[in-house]
């Protein structure tokens, strides 16, 4: 008996059958891109803020500020927490240079020596490693690189962020910083703060100026050595002193 092998043609894959259009293949060129929402900005600062916390260095920075000539800013973070900031012209109404410090052992603001006062440095304790600063002593620029940290890294703070333009000369990603209180006192100055994905501050525009970081950050030292011993002088404020009393002359 003679068995007769059928070819199932219609399964055959050879091409389409005569008379009938090809049907159209999906490629994924064709089809929709995935839809992708923004980061959200406020997130985005509070981990380049919480990484900042954590990160230890030496760096420069420029400040700018209107009607003074250009300051050089010099920040050390050492690897035990404790840290300094020098700011020149920083106390008696750009008279004296100044750094504040912090350590285990507390909080100082210690004055340093410059061509117009060739004074002996030296520092005061103005209180535990955490005590806030009196605003008549208070220049500010360090809580850059301490608490306001902290600030920025809490999502709770009432703070509205979102992304501004770079500034110049600052790279990573620029976030504007708004209160969302009424409070007289907001918990860090409002303004314009950037930074790298890494926690480094590559600037900030605030009102008391602007501040530009000048090259790469270098290595953080063990710890922060004070620049001068702790004396019992009182601190010295950020204003002008004020005028020494005139004696009266008898004519």
């Known amino acids: ?111 340093l020596p410059s061509p117009a006062q060739p004074v002996a440095p030296s520092c005061v304790r103005l209180g535990d490693p955490d005590a806030p600063v009196e605003a008549g002593f208070d220049p500010r620029l360090q809580h850059l690189f301490t608490d306001w940290r902290r600030v920025l890294a809490d999502q709770r703070a009432p703070l509205a962020v979102s992304v501004a333009d770079a500034l110049p000369g600052a790279d990573g990603t620029c976030f504007s910083v708004e209160s969302t209180t009424a409070s007289l006192r907001p918990p860090l100055d409002v303004g314009i703060y950037c930074y790298r994905p890494d926690g480094t501050l590559t600037g900030a525009r605030l009102e008391l100026g602007t501040v530009v970081l000048a090259g790469q950050p270098g290595a953080a030292p063990p710890s922060v050595t004070l620049p001068g011993p702790v004396t019992e002088r009182p601190a010295l404020r950020t204003g002008s002193p004020p005028a020494p009393p005139t004696t009266a002359t008898s004519g």
């Open 1 to 111: 008996m003679a068995f007769v092998t059928l070819s199932l043609l219609g399964c055959d894959s050879a091409g389409p059958v005569a008379g009938q259009s090809p049907s159209p293949e999906v490629t994924g060129a064709s089809a929709d891109p995935p839809v992708t929402s923004p980061a959200n900005p406020r997130l985005q600062l509070a981990a380049a803020a919480a990484a900042a916390s954590d990160l230890r260095m030496t760096g420069f920075y420029t400040l700018t500020t209107p009607g003074r000539a250009d300051r050089t800013l010099a920040v050390t973070l050492a690897t035990d927490g404790s840290w300094r900031v020098d700011v020149p012209g920083g106390a008696h109404g750009g008279a004296v240079d100044i750094a504040m410090a912090q350590n285990a052992d507390g909080l100082f603001q210690c004055a």
